[in-house]
């Protein structure tokens, strides 16, 4: 079988690391962290890539290196070298519609204001790839959206955060073994 490539969104730096705009690479790391895989720089891409080698398929985590506005050339180059097409890729990432620890996949969709997911769709073409969303949200009324994706959780939330991070863990795993429909059917809330 294929590798399945899952990539996660956010932005380098120790000031950014807990921030929920890096939810996507903290599922990654939780994952990692799960198998006792190792995020390394690789010269083949602008990233942290892990491969996980423990079932089959094979995982290559990517946590691109670029800032989320720069994301998707990174993602095509990854396609590019490991020979996978989009479908072969979920890009994990934070969105702050979602109520706090809901998950959402999707097969296309819109990029709804994410910088990332727009410099994806502008490298790739379109919106035609699979995504898990990771609830952050909601953020507080009037609060500017970038200002609340760039904070630290709050304390709520970082009690909440390792079952959201292990969920989407889960979610990404089961999306690779047994396929989207699989994964939206197990983790997206009732009727969606």
């Known amino acids: 079988m294929s590798p399945r490539l899952l990539f996660g969104l956010g932005n380098p730096g120790k000031a950014y690391a807990q921030t929920r705009h890096n939810a996507g690479w903290q599922a990654l790391d939780r994952l990692a962290a799960r198998h006792g895989g190792e995020f390394r720089r690789t010269r083949l891409l602008h990233a942290e890539v892990c491969d996980l080698r423990v079932e089959e ?9 670029s800032f989320m506005n720069l994301v998707g050339p990174v993602l095509v180059r990854a396609l590019d070298v490991y020979e996978l097409d989009r479908t ?11 109520p706090f620890g809901r998950l959402r996949l ?33 953020a507080p009324p009037g609060a500017a959206w970038a200002d609340y994706v760039l904070k630290r959780y709050d304390a709520a939330q970082r009690r909440a955060l390792p079952d959201l991070l292990d969920r ?3 979610a990404a795993t089961t999306w690779a073994r047994e396929g989207l429909d699989a994964a939206m059917n197990r983790y997206n809330p009732a009727g969606e």
């Open 168 to 170: 989407a863990a889960d």
């Open 57 to 65: 398929p094979r995982l290559l985590l990517v946590k691109p290196q």
């Open 88 to 98: 072969q890729a979920l890009v994990l990432v934070d969105d702050f519609m979602l």
């Open 106 to 138: 999707r097969a296309t969709g819109s990029a709804a204001g994410h910088n990332g997911l727009k410099s994806i769709e502008e490298a790739l073409g379109g919106a035609q790839y699979p995504r898990l969303r990771l609830g952050i949200g909601p």
